[in-house]
């Protein structure tokens, strides 16, 4: 399929920001946006156009119940470089997340091509500082108008780039966890292992009482024995008990990150024991008092890695890693944004030149 151009002219593109590590994240956009609409049968209608406000129906089906997914990945700069980390992991998840919400699969082939298009026309606003990057949100909607409880016929694909600095306003320094015992978001069987819009939805009531009590993020426990540790708001989770660093298993109700499958492979290679197996709460607690849990991080694409440094479970607090961050959470840290950003051999094959 082809592109269609339709750019802003030069005169009046925006600003950049003078100092993207200041900007809190994702509240600045690039000039342009790709777009495509699934008309029933086909995708139609590829455009790299200015970005801004989307037409749409108030009863298109998004609205109402929800029909969404999405997906995050970054560029990174380096010199005249523009680099993609594991573009393609991101696509077939943003297909196996549309497959789940019965929504169109799209060419993942054309999905690559049209986001590389998208960047080289905004090549000047992938931030070149440390520590920044240019975050993307590919993301797809129902749109056909209809307030019956069914499919959408009609969608719409877009790709949205945002200059970023860190996701936390702690930067890199320890976030505070609080578990959550009281509320869920996911059960096997339902939605949590794709990137539906509504689980992001679903997340917000403990998230904000969590920042109420000043705790940046949930950790979510399963939803049947409210026993099983499962992910953080927005990033998978690893426990490092000695030399085993573990992760829960995706068994259906787990986000399965890419950054997540890229610490279990770096820890590999650190000569560290990487298992994905399920962890209660319980062994955590009792770890982090026998000292056995040396470190606790969580990892996604947009807040890369953040080292945990308190949690909060049933009305107390328990220190992790005496509140500073693990060695081994500073090295996947420095590493994975070495290798996303071209300054490291990747010898895994990981990194993707924009051309
Ligand atoms: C990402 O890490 O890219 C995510 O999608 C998390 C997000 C909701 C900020």
Redesign the pocket.
């Known amino acids: 399929m082809n592109i269609d151009i339709d750019l802003v002219p030069k005169a009046q593109r925006k600003e950049k920001p003078t100092d993207v590590l200041q900007v809190a994240f994702g509240t600045v956009f690039s000039d342009h946006m790709f777009s495509m609409r699934y008309n029933g049968s086909e995708w139609t209608d590829a455009r790299i156009h200015p970005y801004g406000p989307l037409s749409l129906s108030p009863a298109a089906l998004c609205l109402h119940y929800g029909q969404g997914i999405f997906e995050?990945m970054k560029a990174y700069r380096r010199g005249e470089r523009i680099l993609l980390f594991r573009p393609e992991m991101n696509f077939k998840r943003l297909n196996v997340s549309a497959t789940r919400m019965v929504m169109p699969t799209i060419d993942p082939d054309f999905g690559l091509h049209s986001l590389m298009e998208l960047i080289k026309t905004d090549s000047e606003w992938v931030p070149e500082v440390p520590g920044s990057s240019l975050y993307i949100r590919p993301t797809m909607i129902a749109t056909e108008p209809k307030l019956g409880v069914r499919p959408s016929s009609e969608y719409l694909y877009y790709i949205i780039l945002s200059p970023v600095g860190p996701?936390f306003k702690e930067g890199f320094s320890p976030v505070k966890i609080y578990v959550s015992d009281k509320y869920v978001r996911a059960v096997k069987g339902g939605t949590g292992a794709a990137?539906a819009i509504g689980n992001?939805a679903a997340s917000l009531l403990a998230g904000t009482n969590a920042v109420k009590v000043g705790y940046s993020q949930v950790l979510w426990l399963d939803a049947l024995e409210r026993k099983w540790i499962e992910e953080v708001g927005?990033m998978n989770l690893f426990v490092r008990f000695d030399d085993e660093v573990v992760t829960p298993p995706l068994a259906g109700s787990i986000l399965p990150g890419v950054t997540r499958d890229s610490v279990l492979t770096l820890v590999k290679d650190y000569g560290l024991k990487p298992n994905e197996r399920m962890i209660s709460i319980d062994e955590v607690i009792e770890g982090l008092s026998s000292g056995k849990v040396k470190e606790i991080f969580g990892c996604?694409?947009?807040?890369i890695i953040a080292p945990v440094g308190s949690l909060w479970y049933k009305d107390k607090p328990y220190a992790v890693s005496n509140g500073q961050t693990g060695e081994l959470t500073q090295r996947l840290f420095e590493d994975l944004i070495a290798i996303q950003s071209g300054e490291l051999e990747d010898t895994h094959g990981w990194v993707v030149p924009v051309e």
């Open positions: 995050g996701y990137k992001y927005t996604g694409t947009a807040a």
